[in-house]
């Protein structure tokens, strides 16, 4: 949009553009390339966050530069190389928020029209939130409403990316303002999306699944027991989610994946759950991840690889993975709902 010098100016005040509101959705992020240097930059600034990791510094950072980033990014590659997405040259976790972005900017705009500009920023790796709250700026933004995709809230996702976001605006000459997304564990569309993704997995499966493990990234109990609300949300959305499809305690459970380090995380771990199923009769199961809003590693190597091959070297049979909601359309819709919620009282 083309920027001009305001009314009753002198001739030489800057141009200014058109005031509007942007939408900044964040996801976590992704590396360049699944190479050595590319999965070393991105694991080094991931696993460097305090909200993460939060131990000293002058005891994590020996370990994590001198020993961890020396072989981790080796085999993080390869794992991303399992999935990456070659024909666009990114992970399935960048195609998949450029595909959410595009939609919701399409929602938005309808209502809106050029009174609103959309895009999105990485947590971690690019575009990161800082390049992307200075485009909006430049860009006439006085207003910007920050989306964390994060359905549940916990202070290693929602929190970390609000500070980065945070962090940015405070770079700018003409700051503006600014407000959050709350988290949408619970809202009925969003549990209503989730639903209809299981419905139609059931209705294509060849066997009707014994049991739905939803399984969420976790985090180490301790962080609950400092106050971190991330594993009741998780709770209230397999709650929600069973009393929407009209099951019973017996067809749905919580579980948590992605466990690293020495501590003890929030349990039942689903690659020991997923096994003790089969060993338990059910052979056959299905595996939803809900926690992200987008399919990622965690989500299509982790559960659709390690946690198959744990389901079926105990003897489980059928392995069913749901995938995320992604751009599917009634997710859309759940988020651009709580978008223009967010939006009252400045376009509305």
């Known amino acids: 949009m083309q920027a001009a ?15 509007r509101v942007g939408v900044l959705l964040a996801n976590l992020g992704t590396p360049d390339n699944y190479d050595y240097w590319s999965m070393r930059r991105y694991l080094g600034e991931f696993l460097s966050d305090r909200r993460v990791i939060d131990y000293s510094p002058w005891l994590w950072q020996p370990l994590l530069q001198l020993v961890i980033l020396s072989k981790r990014p080796f085999s993080s590659g390869a794992a991303y190389k399992s999935i990456w997405n ?27 029209g050029d ?41 290693a996702t929602s929190a970390t990316a609000c500070d980065a976001f945070f962090a940015a605006l405070g770079k700018e000459k003409w700051q503006p303002i600014a407000r959050v997304v709350e988290p949408y564990f619970d809202r009925p569309d969003y549990i209503e999306a989730l639903a209809q993704s299981i419905e139609r997995a059931y209705a294509a499966a060849s066997k009707r699944p014994d049991i739905l493990i939803c399984s969420y990234h976790g985090l180490p109990i301790r962080y609950l027991m400092e106050g971190d609300p991330y594993h009741c949300q998780c709770q209230k959305t397999t709650r929600l989610l069973k009393e929407r499809l009209g099951w019973d305690d017996t067809r749905i459970m919580t579980t948590f994946q992605s466990k690293f380090g020495p501590e003890e995380w929030l349990q039942p771990y689903t690659v020991e759950e997923v096994a003790r199923q089969a060993e338990a009769g059910n052979k056959t199961i299905a595996v939803c991840a809900p926690a992200f809003s987008a399919d990622c590693i965690e989500t299509l190597e982790e559960i659709n690889e390690e946690i198959r091959e744990s389901f079926e070297a105990a003897g489980g049979e059928d392995f069913t993975y749901i ?26």
Request: aromatic share 8%; hydrophobic share 35%.
């Open 86 to 112: 070659e024909e666009a040259g990114e992970s399935p976790l960048m195609t998949i928020t450029k595909a959410q972005t595009a939609k919701m900017e399409a929602v938005l705009k309808a209502r809106y």
């Open 323 to 348: 995938p995320c909601l992604n751009d599917d359309d009634a997710h859309i819709d759940a988020l651009s709902n709580a978008v223009q919620e967010n939006l009252k009282g400045w376009l509305d």
């Open 115 to 155: 009174d609103v500009m959309v895009d999105y920023c990485m947590r971690y790796g690019n575009p990161s939130t800082q390049s992307k709250v200075a485009a909006m700026t430049k860009a006439g933004c006085t207003r910007i409403l920050f989306f964390p995709l994060y359905p549940q809230y916990a202070g």
């Open 5 to 19: 010098r305001p009314p009753h100016a002198n001739a030489d005040h800057p141009a200014v553009p058109k005031e």
